[in-house]
């Protein structure tokens, strides 16, 4: 793999501009952004070796996530609305977590599915959930399947080629399997409408090689030979977050501000942000192209 990358990692065009804002913790990567398809992505992945992945070496960025308990507390927020998201889609299915961490998630899942295993290169967090009585493979080939679905949260911006990941997991895919993939959205409000400079500078870190456009998921997701029912715009973190931001300079405001995230309130702000493009993540719900 050139870990110098020129063209669009998506599209190919070269039409490449380096975006102004840096990484939060690296001086020498650059962020650039494609002008074809919106997609954004660090001009050099030569950071990214296997013992960045399986040692888990990119948590030592994570000073705050100490093991699993602080991993799981930490999460619990998020996972707790994905579960509630996919809940209805996975009764009596047979369930892969892709990128399933120290397995929270699966934990929600298991009673309602048929099976559920995961896939986490990261050797601490694999053993942790294999403890737990799971089956937990280190890479995708390790998993045999077929799955009737297949959940990829915050995952393929992790990945230096996430469009050769989207074929693989297709292969795990039973007949009128769904794979479920949700990432960052390039145009979180945060960054693309209040322009916050504490964002900013908070946005792009290393651990993301990619950062999504709707046009450039979809592009990754055609690419892979597939096909999306449709990408949606969701909120991982609603309008507290986002006033806490306006006001600190900095996220938490979810947990310190919760009482302004009143069901109908998150549900009209979400709505909004989607339909300017500006939700903070982009969910694609795709099946295998039709023959
Ligand atoms: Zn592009």
Same mark, same amino acid.
């Given at each position: ?15 490449? !501009? ?11 990567? /650059? ?6 398809? &919106? ?32 991993? #799981? ?6 996972? +707790?609305?994905?579960?509630?998201? =996919? ?9 892969? !977590? ?14 309602? %599915? ?15 959930? +294999?403890? +737990? ?17 297949? /959940? ?24 009128? &399997? ?16 209040? !322009?916050?400079?504490?964002?900013? /500078? ?10 999504? /456009? ?5 592009? %990754?997701?055609?690419?892979? &030979?597939?096909?999306?029912?449709? =990408?949606? &715009?969701?909120? #991982? ?33 979400? #709505? ?12 694609? +719900? ?6």
């Amino acid at each position: 793999m050139d870990l110098n990358n020129k063209n669009c990692l998506i599209c190919e065009s070269s039409e490449i !501009d380096e975006r102004l804002q840096k990484l939060r913790d690296s001086n020498s990567i /650059s962020v650039l952004s494609c002008r074809s398809c &919106g997609h954004s992505f660090l001009n050099s992945f030569g950071h990214i070796n296997d013992a960045y992945f399986e040692r888990g070496q990119f948590l030592l960025n994570k000073d705050y996530i100490d093991g699993v308990e602080d991993r #799981r507390r930490h999460y619990e927020y998020e996972n +707790q609305n994905r579960f509630e998201r =996919i809940g209805p889609l996975i009764i009596n299915k047979d369930v892969l !977590d892709f990128g399933c961490g120290v397995g929270s998630l699966m934990e929600k899942i298991k009673p309602l %599915a048929k099976t559920v295993e995961g896939v986490e290169p990261t050797d601490p967090f694999r053993e942790h959930v +294999q403890s +737990q009585g799971y089956a937990c493979h280190a890479a995708i080939d390790d998993a045999i399947g077929p799955y009737d679905f297949i /959940s990829v949260f915050h995952v393929l911006e992790h990945i230096p080629d996430p469009i050769a990941v989207l074929r693989d997991l297709s292969g795990k895919l039973s007949p009128n &399997g769904l794979l479920y993939v949700e990432v960052p959205n390039v145009n979180d409000a945060l960054v693309s409408l209040y !322009d916050i400079e504490a964002c900013l /500078s908070f946005n792009f870190f290393k651990d993301h090689l990619h950062y999504f /456009s709707r046009h450039s998921l979809g592009l %990754a997701i055609a690419k892979a &030979g597939l096909k999306a029912a449709g =990408i949606s &715009g969701h909120n #991982r973190f609603g309008l507290a977050n986002h006033m806490y931001w306006l006001r600190y300079g900095k996220p938490g405001g979810h947990l310190e501000w919760s009482f302004l995230e009143t069901p109908s309130l998150a549900r009209e702000y979400a #709505r909004a942000l989607a339909a300017m493009d500006i939700s903070d993540s982009l969910v694609a +719900q795709i099946r295998l192209a039709e023959k």
